[in-house]
């Protein structure tokens, strides 16, 4: 009874930008979509619950953008580290992402395996439901500040977001990386000498007069074709530590030349 009367006291205006009234509001209408969900059959209608799962997964997303906003704005020098984005593929990195994570933690930690992934879903189910309970602690806590203080992020705020932005940092990687193949730092490193190559390879045609700076100017199409015949050449007799190293074991190579590796020992 006390709490519903604080809540009518003192529930922010709907108006309010501060976050955490919008997040106050964002996190009723998730509520609301989650219980309308919880109430509806789909298999009578599976039209209206195909439209709330969209209308879920939306609400999670905004719900997961402003205690991003908060955290930027209480804990700044706190976030958990997320250089690792950087290995994801393009199409990966997207707005809705940490929606989706939110979902997927969800799945596993209510049984479900994801895509066909058995084990890696059996390996990430503790950390998902880790995970799932520290968000419903940061929105109670974030509930409950919302209806005392709108200007004011308390200690144990501030604590239960830093142990949700680790858990939610170490998930993403977890689960991004059994969905689709990212890059080890060995092989971004084989990678970037892979770019090295060409670029002296292009540096030493124009040296020696093969290339002229025209041609690259003018996106000649004949380069698609000769700088990296060049390349290899370069690779193999010019920097034969390098890339090209066929002293390497092949697992070793570039992913872009392992195919070849039998053809670049008869070159």
């Known amino acids: 009874m006390m709490n519903r009367f604080r809540k009518w006291l003192y529930k922010p205006k709907r108006s309010d930008p501060q976050l955490l009234a919008r997040f106050y509001y964002a996190d009723e209408e998730l509520n609301q979509v989650a219980a309308e969900l919880d109430s509806l059959d789909g ?5 209206r619950c195909t439209l709330l799962v969209s209308q879920f997964r939306s609400c999670q997303d905004n719900v997961l953008n402003i205690i991003n906003q908060i955290m930027d704005e209480c804990i700044p020098q706190d976030r958990a580290p997320r ?3 950087v290995k994801f593929p393009e199409e990966i990195r997207h707005d809705n992402l940490a929606g989706q994570l ?3 933690a969800e799945c596993l930690a209510a049984g479900s395996i994801i895509m066909n992934r058995e084990l890696e879903s059996m390996a990430m189910r503790p950390l998902a439901k880790e995970l799932t309970r520290s968000l419903e602690d940061v929105r109670g806590a974030l509930r409950d500040q919302a209806l005392r203080d709108l200007n004011t992020y308390t200690e144990k705020m501030r604590e239960a977001l830093r142990h949700f932005d680790v858990l939610f940092a170490e998930f993403e990687l977890s689960y991004v990386s059994a969905m689709v193949p990212v890059k080890s730092p060995r092989e971004y490193y084989v990678q970037q000498e892979v770019i090295v190559l060409f670029c002296e390879t292009v540096e030493r045609a124009l040296d020696f007069g093969y290339l002229t700076q025209d041609m690259i100017d003018d996106y000649e199409p004949a380069l698609m074709f000769s700088i990296p015949r060049l390349a290899i050449v370069c ?6 530590d390098g890339p090209l190293n066929l002293d390497r074991k092949v697992e070793d190579m570039s992913e872009l030349f392992r195919p070849f590796h039998t053809l670049l020992r008869k070159i």
């Open 43 to 47: 298999r009578k209608d599976p039209q």
């Open 235 to 240: 690779g193999l007799v010019v920097y034969a």
């Open 102 to 104: 939110w979902f997927g």
């Open 83 to 85: 250089d690792f984005c």
